[in-house]
């Protein structure tokens, strides 16, 4: 009988501290884009990313993920700051969280219906992510102009909303 409770005594709390902890929800970025200063930059009036995380059933640590983003970007051309914007969104965006970690690309898509995202030879957009107690930080590799307009990227540190 002893030894049964020297056993509980070791594993109950191992079991306890094992449990995954659950992302899901809607995360808000915090950190001012790179491109502007961060003197400028309030977040709602210059710039703006979302990423939500939706727990996939049966997959322990999957999550579906979608960013959502826009930028507020001098156009040259236009000659004004205009509002671009940006989005991951489709049911192919699967991370698998291990070791605080996750990372996506899209080396396996090769085109989105019938017009193709890459050119022969063009680098796949990759996404890694770190998860902390209580923010998540994104980091984007050859996504410009893939998902989002002129200046959008999902890069940042994102916070529960």
Known sequence: MNNYLILLAFVLPSLAFSQNIDYTGE???S???STVSSSETIIGEKFENTLTLEKIKNKDDSYKFTFFGWRDSYDKYARQVIKFSGQMLADYFVIEVRGNKAYYNDDALVEDGELPLYR???ERCKVYFAFNK???TVKTQDCNFIYGGFGVAFDGTYKKN
């Open 27 to 29: 995360w808000v970025d």
């Open 134 to 136: 209580d923010s998540i």
């Open 31 to 33: 950190s001012p884009p």
């Open 120 to 122: 022969e030879g063009e």
